[in-house]
């Protein structure tokens, strides 16, 4: 369509005060013409889609004004979210949903004569995360503004995201993510909100002018840090907070230095050393490596954010009134290092004595853990944390030492259990426990769902528990209903609202009205239409992408997430392999049509995981190639999965695969995601699961394998998954065909480590679960797929029951008791 001809022609013109779709438009040309230096003939869809974005963000900034006067005025007491990882999804759509203009700006696109999808779909989204940790860190901020909380989410500004997911002949293939690439419509630059970050280097200590002696950190490399700012609406309200991200460079004066003494390359390597650190996000969200960039990535944004704090603070109190200003909440131990590094600036750099710099310390932060893995729990050798930065070790041995003197006390004559306690694990290679540190130096502790949270207490921090048991709490995690519901599935939006009203969107609880519509057979016909339609959308999407057209009407049945073995897609894939064998021996065998859709992203070191993406290939081909089971049976692996790709797939899928050996999953999210969208799901008694089931009932959910009470008896009695392959004939059948190279032409090598790994070690019992999950999948999930009334009614049912799950609640939690704040109001601009 030539727009040239639907009203942009007057580009600049035009200021007449009018509705606000003419605003819009007007909007839209100015941003168009004079910012991005455009016409429309020559225009690409991205010049139009970032016409449109700096027209939203000019609506934001306004908002942002207002609300940052409003904070300064009110002095308030503001809550600082501290992460590693900010995994955002696109803004464009979100923000145009939380600032009530979507209807109206679909209008302004159309009379323009441009395609308003076209534009959301143009962005490319900020990978700045691995996974449920970095999406949950994004899903608070959206919850913080919502709920009109003072709040500034600090974090890295990574160059290069999370990678692209390729797939070649069946293996994953890591793609570097250039999401600048085409430019940021939504971050603002803040050169004059700078840091200056040290490195290495060594200490001395000195008498001060009141004689008192004291320390100072003379680091051998400085870096600066620059402030990005991407603002944060909440859902209509006024608030806007804001992202800081922080960027590394070069600290001028070092590259003068080298100039001086002509040495160009020297200054230029100096540079390129310093931006290095904030370059590329690690692709691991397990395993950890002991990378020294990654320690100092970690310090790096740490120290940026807490004197960007304390800058924002002496602007109306002094350094020892921080602890009531800041509730400073530490996505897991990734920014523990903010412990030593406040200590550092309050003693060394502000003067105060030990303990009242201890205690602002201790007040101010909060702790979440994450993960019960324990190669996920972060340590750092002393040698490198030592020679990265000097000052902070010492710290760390002051705070070890008071904190150890304490233990003694309470515990006399037990010296391994100050041992246990210790920050510093003293086992061959001496290193720091970063989770000892941040239960030390935080006030409030808490795990991600209920039985992750009673975990914590019994296993992985046992001791700190019984030390102090009223650190201790539990927020089970929460998701946001505005891009995962409103943005995600406007079919199920509309449907949900013209019933019951549109309270929902910012109070999830209100669902539950939809309860006694469940018993309404119209309105299950109208739920199954919407289904239908987003099944046919997810369809033609899996199609563009991987060429292979799923049937509508079959049951999709889907696992999107990291591939982990703890999250065990391999026993999803044993249920495909014992269905397509049942199929082939039995063409009459009642069962669904089934899809089975698989999508996620394997750690690039994580060879195990890389090889069940191979082999879920390798099912796929040998399944979608036989005629035996065409039209029964269909298996796709979904490359690239991402927070835009994940907002396809949850509205349409039937089936939510959950199947984590209990006890591993700290709390999953996108369990909460699926479920929220009309999904059922399958799973296992870990993390959220336990609470999804009990709040949308036992006989609207797949329970299947052990509990985690199951897995200690069964490890305690000594697992031999190999007893399983040899009496359940089904499961030897299938890990039969994958040994014989069933599904890799005859090639008994390829999937060798897989085998051997599942019958002689099996850590994550996927062979001892291997019946009950068959059994359900076939019985339950079938039995029910065959009535779809009662299936509808349990769909309408799970929707109807997701309100504990919002992050709305989650963040409520937070605010009464962690971080004892309450909202700051803004009036309008
Ligand atoms: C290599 C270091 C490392 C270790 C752990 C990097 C990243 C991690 C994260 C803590 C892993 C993670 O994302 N954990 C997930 O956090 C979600 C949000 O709380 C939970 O829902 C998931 O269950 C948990 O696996």
Redo the contacts with the bound molecule.
Sequence with gaps: MAIEDRGMRAATDDTRPGTDLEAWTRAFRRNLYSFLGRFPVTATTNDKYQALAYSVREQLLDRWVKTAETYYRNKARTVCYLSA?FLLGPHLGNNLVNLGAVDTVKSAMDALGLDYEELIDQEEEPGLG???????AACYLDSLATLQIPSIGYGIRYEFGIFDQQIRDGWQVEVTDKWLRLGNPWEIPRPEIAALVGFGGYTESYTDEKGRNRTRWIPARLVRGIGYDTPIPGYRVNTTNLLRLWSAEAVESFDFESFNVGDYYGAVEQKVASETISKVL?P??????GKRLRLEQQYFFVTCALQDMMRIHLQTSDSTTFHEKYAVQLN?T?PALAIPELMRILVDEHGLDWEQAWHITQQTFGY?N??L?PE?L?TWSIPLFGSALPRHLEIVYEINRRFLEEVRELYPDDEDRVRRLSLIDEHGDRSVRMAHLACVGSRAING??AL?SELLKRDVLRDFSELWPGKFQNVT?GVTPRRFIMLANPGLTKLVTDAIGDGWTHDLDQLRTLERMANDSAFRDAWRRVKRANKEALAAEIKKRTGIAPDPASLFDIQIKRFHEYKRQHLNLLHVIALYYRLKRNPGYDTPPRTVVLGGKAAPGYMMAKLIIKLVHAVADVVNNDRATSGRLRVVFVPGYNVKLGQRIFPGADLSEQISMAGK?????GNMKFAMNGALTIGTLD??NVEIRDAVGAENFFLCGMTVEDVRERLAEGYRPFEHYQTDEELRAAIDAIANGAFSKGDRELFKPIVDNLLWSDPFMVLADFRSYVDCQEKEVGGMWRNPDRWTRASILNVARMGPFSSDRAIDEYCRNIWHLKPVPIPEA
């Excluded at 691995?130 to 949950?136: A, E, K, P, T, V």
């Excluded at 691991?284 to 490596?289: G, H, M, P, R, V």
């Design positions: 990882e691995n996974g449920g940790l970095g999406r949950l690690y691991n969200d397990t395993a950890l490596q897991d990734h979440t994450h993960t893995l996920a972060e991600v769902a992750h995690n999953e700290a709390s999953g999210t993390g959220a």
